[in-house]
T-cell receptor, first 114, second 110 residues
Framework: DGGITQSPKYLFRKEGQNVTLSCEQN?????MYWYRQDPGQGLRLIYY???????QKGDIAEGYSVSREKKESFPLTVTSAQKNPTAFYLC?????????????FGQGTRLTVV | GEDVEQSLFLSVREGDSSVINCTYT??????LYWYKQEPGAGLQLLTY?????DMKQDQRLTVLLNKKDKHLSLRIADTQTGDSAIYFC??????????FGTGTRLTVIP
């Protein structure tokens, strides 16, 4: 079955440690995204990538880094520079088809920094 | 940048209709979407509307678009407890650029 997979579902880290969230898709989509979701603030775009080896900052990129070495994979690293990293992180991928862009989302990773 | 706004909460009684509203600012929007998020899960596409349409009906769902006022709404007829979730509207501008609202938490009271 085609889809987008995030792992792990829950992640706990100590303050000051970097942590990497995994996102893999087998939908052959060109575009991939990382969003952060906080209560009452909807989805905020962290980074996105339209093509392999290229990515752009979203609205809240500070304290995060990404890579896009393969079409299927778009890992997100939450660095120690991110001041408030505890949140629900969602990865998505999309492909433009006749102008319509349907985004497919993973199940999310809930990161808790203690 | 694009600004997409929704009210945060809505409560309705089971069997009533729910209307979730959304406003956006970019007049060059091409498609507008409604996504549903179940607790602890990712978002799933519910329905979408092309910007040159003003209404789309899909079973219990009716989407209304007022392009002049940049207002989008989602009506759910005969709301059931399984409809309780967070509903996001999203606006597409340009290639692959999706802007999401804050989400409206719909609570259905039995």
């Amino acid at each position: 079955d085609g889809g987008i997979t995030q792992s792990p579902k829950y992640l706990f880290r100590k303050e000051g440690q970097n942590v990497t969230l995994s996102c893999e898709q087998n939908l052959n989509h060109d575009a991939m995204y990382w969003y952060r979701q906080d209560p009452g603030q909807g989805l905020r775009l962290i980074y996105y990538s339209q093509i392999v080896n290229d990515f752009q900052k979203g609205d809240i990129a500070e304290g995060y880094s990404v890579s896009r070495e393969k079409k299927e994979s778009f890992p997100l690293t939450v660095t120690s520079a991110q001041k408030n990293p505890t949140a629900f992180y969602l990865c998505a991928s999309s492909q433009r088809d006749r102008g319509l862009t349907e985004a497919f989302f993973g199940q999310g990773t809930r990161l808790t920094v203690v | 940048g694009e600004d997409v706004e929704q009210s945060l909460f809505l409560s309705v009684r089971e069997g009533d209709s729910s209307v979730i509203n959304c406003t956006y600012t970019d007049s060059s929007s091409t498609y507008l979407y409604w996504y549903k998020q179940e607790p602890g899960a990712g978002l799933q596409l519910l329905t979408y509307i092309f910007s040159n349409m003003d209404m789309k009906q899909d079973q219990r769902l009716t989407v209304l678009l007022n392009k002049k006022d940049k207002h989008l709404s989602l009506r759910i007829a005969d709301t059931q407890t399984g409809d309780s979730a967070i509903y996001f509207c999203a606006d597409q501008t340009g290639a692959n650029n999706l802007f999401f609202g804050t989400g409206t938490r719909l609570t259905v009271i039995p």
